[in-house]
């Protein structure tokens, strides 16, 4: 084993020779100092030493002020202070001040040897708990790293699943599609503007493309009749808000989606459905949904009829502001041009676009 080295500082030549002679038949390698800015310059070039054995009475910088000094540059390294001066306030103050141990001169060699072999194991522990410390921090990156890439390809599984629940909707609706990619973008860009945190984003896009998904289940003469619903028609429709919830809530990362497709046709007077919440009993990403929900609608094309302007749609969107709409969530997307809304359109336009993965 490397010899551990020990920084010998006391301004007596004869003293710092016969205690590293002492060392020395201990096993140890001494390296002395004739005084404190010595022992500084010493431990600025290698700081590696075992401990630090200092005299308190020396010229110039005394051995507390260099206590001092190496608590505070050296903090895991022991200093055993010796002096002749047999004053209890004197040692009181070298501990208080970090003093691993005191020695009173004339000291004897074996209470040297148990003094320093209990400050340099004391070192050794610290070191290895260092090390033990470092080790662990760099297991606990490690393994944060990996599961944060777990995560990762988790979260695109999810999205990958959305993308497909999606695209069997549009395979039975095709007179639609497109309408949730589009709709899940405007809610994008519209709760980003409410300053909406990441989490709750990726909860909101996922309902907001997930908001039909219920209709899934709706009989083919009704969801796909060309012309107007009668009542009873219309009842069944109604029911996609309610299934689509039941279909989701069971899932784990989409049951807080499934509350936003199940609120997805309210309205912010409480003349919605289907269970006719008003103003902040909807969820927020309802409420933003419905204003990207309206935006798309108009503004694309149908069989029946042709898609208006984003300047047309946000005049309705204004007047139905406090009705159909939360004027809070109104006035946010009143101050995003309209030619900002036909930006995201065409990048939804785009081949392999995918919403969630804009995230």
Request: proline share 4%; aromatic share 6%; net charge negative.
């Amino acid at each position: 084993m490397l010899q551990e080295k020990i920084l010998v500082v006391d301004d007596e030549e004869p003293v710092r020779g016969i205690v590293a002679t002492l060392l020395e038949r201990g096993g140890y390698h001494p390296v002395t100092a004739a005084g404190a800015q010595e022992a500084i310059d010493l431990l600025g070039q290698d700081p590696n030493y075992a401990l630090v054995l200092s005299d308190i009475m020396m010229p110039g910088t005394d051995g507390l002020a260099l206590l001092d000094r190496i608590s505070t540059d050296h903090p895991d390294l022991p200093v055993i202070m010796f002096s002749a001066v047999r004053d209890i306030q004197v040692a009181t103050n070298a501990f208080r001040r970090g003093a691993f141990d005191y020695l009173i001169k004339p000291f004897e060699r074996r209470q040297l040897e148990s003094v320093v072999a209990r400050a340099a194991e004391h070192r050794r522990h610290l070191q290895q708990n260092i090390a033990y410390r470092q080790h662990l921090e760099e297991v606990i990156s490690t393994r944060t790293s990996r599961l944060r890439a777990i995560m990762q390809d988790l979260e695109r599984s999810y999205d990958i699943t959305i993308g497909a629940m999606g695209d069997a909707l549009d395979l039975r609706d095709q007179e639609t599609e497109g309408h949730s990619k589009r709709v899940t973008a405007y809610t994008i860009e519209l709760a980003r503007s409410l300053g909406v945190g990441r989490d709750e984003l990726r909860t909101i896009a996922r309902g907001a493309f997930l908001h039909d998904i219920g209709k899934i289940a709706t009989p083919d003469a009704i969801l796909l009749k060309p012309g107007r619903l009668d009542e009873t028609e219309t009842a069944i429709m109604r029911e996609h808000c309610q299934r689509g919830y039941e279909m989701l809530r069971k899932i784990p990362f989409l049951c807080d989606a499934a509350e936003i497709v199940y609120a997805h046709q309210e309205r912010y007077d409480g003349s919605g459905y289907p269970r006719g919440l008003r103003g902040n009993q909807i969820p927020l990403g309802a409420r933003i949904f419905t204003i990207a929900d309206t935006l798309d609608a108009m503004t694309s094309d149908r069989p029946y009829r042709k898609g208006t302007t984003f300047a047309t749609a946000r005049a309705e969107i204004i007047r139905c502001s406090g009705t159909q709409f939360d004027p809070a969530i109104v006035n946010v997307y009143l101050k995003i041009p309209d030619e900002h809304w036909g930006i995201v359109r065409k990048q939804t336009e785009e081949p392999g676009y995918d919403a969630l993965t804009t995230l």
